[in-house]
């Protein structure tokens, strides 16, 4: 068959901003060989002055226009074999629709970067070589004057080996291959396909075994499985026992992670108990990297890929089941460009596929909560510690009432003191990182504020900086009050550099190890860090979030968490979801193993009902509540919203053009709201507010939105401020 007939063109989407395909003739076909143009596959395009790196949408469309206006695609990138199947192709085309994104950057955006450009070509699949019979024979006769050739063949005799395994052989290996596969010794075949060997694993508790079974009936059929375990309550285990069947069954397996999830303990879980190599895809990984394991899961070699949040976009041919790990967590929203919910990505892939999902966590997000009270998720329930373990009990300590340095109670500093002599290690949370939050003048009331952002500047004493943890802007902090003059500054509250120093000072010879984004900056770092606290030595833990999620430290017995109380009086109204979820998922880090594990809770709102609640009757009674509220107050998951974002460095700018937007929303079920500021209203210099939209049910919310946009486009106020949609936004 040849290309498409001259009277019909091929729809591109190129990585630009705007929100259609591109109309292009097919390119010249001067020979007959040349495979037929088919979608998913890349082609070089002119674009104004520029070329662009493009995907084909569809082939065949009628021209829209004079086909003699249209320009003609330069090259076709990948001869025959789509970089995106039908099936990712079709996600992707529902995600810009229902995202209301650029589909240029939705489908580029699913590429490896590699791939974004026109000289990225596909990888060649990789090579194995083997021994022939020849090369036996020439392994049994005498020694000749060629050592090197001898020890491949003698390394090859044991089984095939890939080139990563040859160059272990020595640093000319490549022209000793040469020479042994021109004399015949040596032969190559594609690298096949990893095969899993399952090994060891536990006997499964009976909550985990009906999850388990429950999740295996349904493989080959599309349905979503909450699965709401207590942290250490075995779900990991749940993963790998249906991944097992999955990968026997010949399925591949895709198994998401919030972005500091993905750790080398986890990965050494997979590999150890699963027996295969998982591909593995995050930001981290070099261009090459990613193309690599990329390009493992698009051909079938890779059975199994882990990846965070964008490894959900990744061709999987034989797809046979998506887990999604802390399910709760945000990184799985992405918050920018393209902003969309990993989760519910994902739950679509499952649903297109037809195939199981699972989402699991010790919190799991209203939304999900509410999708398995209303029986369209499965819930299963894992309530107990499978190994045995005991759950945290919790101290809450009223801070009015406690002597307090440098933040730490008194009660927190005995505790501390108790679980060192006892052998243990003691992890501190708080949630800011740096020396103090804010440098003050106790003279005249001076205080470190950011020039472009509504935030204070914090102080970090080691560096003498004051830094802008919201766009990122430095500058040296002053010695005397950049006011008054006075020799007065102090650093107003505590961050993490200064919790370290204070427990350092009260601890002398104990380890005090500190994880926040600042001392975990270079490469290796949090590894190292991590390898020593698993010594199990007594030790102290001080860090932010990252200490929240995933780990493992079976030594620590004692966490105590030092301020939660701004998130108790919040504006945002999922900020008391979040604080359970983070308090939860702090909390079960202590006392994984045989030792019991205790909670020290700061605050200075003891009697606050939520955290009664939480502490009292657990997660399962505090998310029930806070449905409850959601539901009297008509918020998500209850009713649907969409935010149109706005910002300029003019605030009027702003405030017009959303204005002009709110008179021309269409009328429907939905209702507008706003202009409202953001959050946090001015960073690095702009300013940000929102228009909501929010309404009863989603099909009417697209419908509106659907009509919407285009007007939008219209307004000439919107040439001033850079805008954009954002569908069941996470955060305002
Ligand atoms: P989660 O993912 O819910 O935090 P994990 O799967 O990591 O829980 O399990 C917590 C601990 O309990 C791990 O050390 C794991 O090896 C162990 N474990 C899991 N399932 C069982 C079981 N059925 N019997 C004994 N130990 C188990
Ligand atoms: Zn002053
Ligand atoms: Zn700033």
């Not at 090259?75 to 810009?96: A, E, H, K, N, Q």
């Not at 050739?149 to 390394?155: D, G, H, I, T």
């Not at 997000?365 to 299963?380: D, I, M, V």
């Not at 979030?545 to 998130?567: R, S």
């Amino acid at each position: 068959m040849s290309g498409p007939s001259p009277k019909t063109v091929l729809k591109l989407a190129l990585p630009v901003p705007l929100p259609h395909l591109f109309d292009y003739l097919p390119p010249k076909t001067p020979a007959a060989s040349e495979s037929p143009v088919v979608p998913g596959v890349r082609a070089v395009v002119p674009f104004g002055r520029r070329k662009l790196v493009g995907v084909v949408v569809e082939c065949g469309a009628p021209a829209a226009v004079d086909s003699k206006r249209l320009l003609r695609v330069s090259r076709i990138l990948d001869d025959g074999v789509p970089v995106i199947d039908t099936s990712l192709l079709g996600l992707l085309r529902w995600c810009w629709q229902y995202y209301k994104h650029a589909p240029g950057e939705v489908l580029l955006a699913a590429l490896p970067p590699a791939l974004r450009k026109p000289d990225g070509l596909l990888p060649e699949p990789p090579l194995r070589f083997l021994i022939t019979e020849a090369g036996r024979e020439q392994l049994a006769g005498p020694p000749g004057r060629a050592p090197a050739q001898r020890a491949m063949l003698k390394a090859l005799a044991d089984g095939p080996l890939g080139e990563d395994e040859l160059a272990a052989t020595g640093s000319r290996w490549r022209a000793v291959l040469k020479r042994v596969s021109e004399q015949g010794w040596v032969e190559s075949e594609p690298e096949p396909a990893s095969t899993a060997r399952p090994s060891g694993g536990h006997e499964l508790t009976g909550e985990q075994a009906s999850a388990v079974a429950a999740i295996r009936e349904d493989l080959g059929q599309f349905r979503c499985h909450l699965l709401d375990g207590v942290t250490g309550s075995g779900k990991t285990e749940v993963y790998l026992k249906v991944l097992e069947q999955v990968l026997r069954d010949g399925g591949q397996g895709l198994v998401l992670v919030p972005e500091i999830g993905l750790t080398p303990q986890l990965l050494r879980r997979f590999r150890q108990r699963l027996g295969l190599e998982p591909a593995v895809l995050h930001s981290g990984l070099s261009a090459g990297e990613r193309l690599a394991a990329w390009d493992a899961a698009r051909t079938g070699r890779a059975r199994l890929v882990i990846g965070t949040r964008s490894a959900l976009f990744t061709p999987m041919p034989e797809l046979g089941l998506i887990v999604l790990d802390e399910e709760h967590d945000t990184s799985f929203k992405q918050q920018d460009g393209f902003r969309y919910s990993a989760r519910d990505v994902a739950v679509k892939r499952a649903a297109d596929g037809e195939l199981p999902v699972i989402l699991g966590s010790a919190t799991p997000s209203l939304e999900s909560l509410n999708n398995a009270q209303s029986g369209r998720y499965r819930h299963h329930r894992l309530r107990h510690r499978a190994n045995r373990a005991v759950l945290p009990a919790w101290r809450v300590l009223d801070m009015r009432q406690q002597a307090n340095v440098q933040g730490l109670a008194a009660a927190s500093v005995e505790a501390i003191e108790e679980t060192l002599e006892q052998g243990g290690q003691a992890m501190v949370f708080l949630n800011r990182r740096g020396y103090a939050p804010v440098l003050m003048c106790q003279s005249c009331g001076w205080h470190s504020e950011c020039a472009r952002c509504d935030a204070s500047l914090t102080w970090h004493r080691s560096t003498r900086q004051l830094c802008c943890h919201h766009c990122g802007s430095q500058r040296r902090a002053p010695e005397l009050c950049p006011d008054c003059r006075a020799d007065a500054l102090f650093g107003l509250g505590e961050g993490t550099q200064q919790i370290e120093e204070a427990l350092g000072r009260r601890f002398p010879g104990v380890p005090v190890l500190r994880f926040d984004r600042d001392s975990t900056a270079r490469k290796g770092r949090f590894g190292e860090q991590v390898e020593k606290v698993m010594e199990g030595e007594p030790c102290i833990l001080v860090g932010t979030q990252m200490l929240a999620k995933g780990h493992h430290f079976p030594g620590v017995t004692l966490v105590v968490v030092v301020n939660v109380d701004q998130a108790l009086y919040s504006a945002d109204f999922r900020a008391l979801e979040r604080l359970g979820q983070t308090l939860l998922q702090v909390a079960g880090r202590a006392g994984r193993m045989e030792r019991p594990g205790t909670v020290m809770l700061q605050t200075f709102h003891p009697e606050h009902e939520a955290l009664a609640l939480l502490i009292g009757e657990g997660y399962e009674a505090y998310a029930g509540w806070l449905l409850e509220d959601r539901r009297a107050a008509g918020l998500p998951p209850c009713a649907f919203q969409a935010l149109l974002r706005a910002e300029a460095h003019l605030k009027s700018d702003v405030e017009t053009f959303l204005q002009a937007a709110a008179a021309v929303f269409p009328d429907g079920g939905c209702r507008v709201y706003g202009p409202l500021p953001a959050l946090m209203e001015r960073v690095g210099g702009r300013y940000r507010m929102y228009l909501m939209v929010q309404g009863p049910g989603r099909p009417e919310l697209h419908r509106q939105l659907d009509a919407w946009l285009p007007l939008l486009r219209g307004l000439r106020e919107g040439r001033r401020v850079r805008w954009a949609i954002d569908v069941d936004p996470q955060e305002v």
